[in-house]
């Protein structure tokens, strides 16, 4: 069992940045991969960034354009969303995610075994 805890969502203004974090609790181990993804008003929840269990390896959604930035630091279970030039798009409800099968990297969603229950990301115009 792994829980999963984020922070840092608020009301921000375009161009602006936030930090998510995300604290994992209920596992010794930090062999898993971690992911963040959101889901807008109407929407479908899409990825955003994950990053492998090591940390070495990341992947983005090609949407950012380099605008965010996910990193982990294991001797604090702590997953990081840097989120930089926020745009009024990126509005949504962040989640951090984590996948147990550290054998394979993934960013379906369907993929992952546990969830956070979210932080708001609101930016305006």
């Known amino acids: 069992q792994v829980q999963l805890v984020e922070s840092g969502g608020r009301l921000v203004q375009a161009g602006g940045s936030l930090r998510l974090s995300c604290a994992a609790s209920g596992r010794t181990s930090t062999n898993y991969h971690m992911g963040w993804f959101r889901q807008a008003p109407g929407k479908e929840r899409e990825f955003v960034a994950a990053i492998s269990w090591s940390g070495i390896t990341t992947k983005y959604a090609d949407f950012l354009k380099g605008r965010f930035t996910i990193s982990r630091d294991n001797a604090k279970n702590t997953v990081y969303l840097q989120m930089n030039n926020l745009k009024p798009e990126d509005t949504a409800v962040y989640y951090c995610?984590?996948?147990?099968?550290?054998?394979?990297?993934?960013?379906?969603?369907?993929?992952?075994?546990?969830w956070g229950q979210g932080t708001q990301v609101t930016v305006s115009s």
């Open positions: 995610a984590a996948d147990l099968n550290w054998r394979v990297f993934t960013v379906v969603a369907d993929e992952y075994d546990y």
